[in-house]
C-alpha cells in the first residue's frame, strides 16, 4: 500500500468549456493496437512451433559463419 501526495495548484481562470475544447489533437491518433495483436500471435505461433519440434527432437541449431 502506498501513500499518494498530490500537490496543490491554481484553478485555472479560463473556463471549463475552453479548456475541454483544445484537447481536439486526441483522435487524430491513429490506434495501432491490432498491429501489436498480429505481431504477439506470429510470435507465439514461432514459440509453439519451436517447442513442438523441442519436444520431437527434431529442433536443430546451425551454425552459418
Same mark, same amino acid.
Not at 23 to 49: A, C, G, K, Q, V
Given at each position: 500500500m502506498?501513500i499518494?501526495?498530490?500537490?496543490? +495548484?491554481d484553478i485555472? &481562470?479560463?473556463?471549463?468549456?475552453e479548456?475541454?475544447?483544445?484537447?481536439?489533437?486526441?483522435?487524430d !491518433?491513429?490506434?495501432?493496437? +491490432? !498491429?501489436?495483436? +498480429? $505481431? $504477439?500471435l !506470429?510470435?507465439?505461433?514461432?514459440?509453439i512451433?519451436?517447442?513442438?519440434?523441442?519436444? &520431437?527432437?527434431?529442433? &536443430? !541449431?546451425? &551454425?552459418? +559463419?
Amino acid at each position: 500500500m502506498g501513500i499518494v501526495i498530490a500537490p496543490t +495548484f491554481d484553478i485555472p &481562470k479560463e473556463s471549463l468549456e475552453e479548456i475541454s475544447s483544445q484537447d481536439n489533437t486526441s483522435w487524430d !491518433i491513429p490506434d495501432r493496437n +491490432f !498491429i501489436y495483436f +498480429f $505481431m $504477439m500471435l !506470429i510470435w507465439l505461433f514461432f514459440l509453439i512451433r519451436v517447442l513442438i519440434q523441442i519436444r &520431437k527432437g527434431t529442433f &536443430k !541449431i546451425q &551454425k552459418n +559463419f
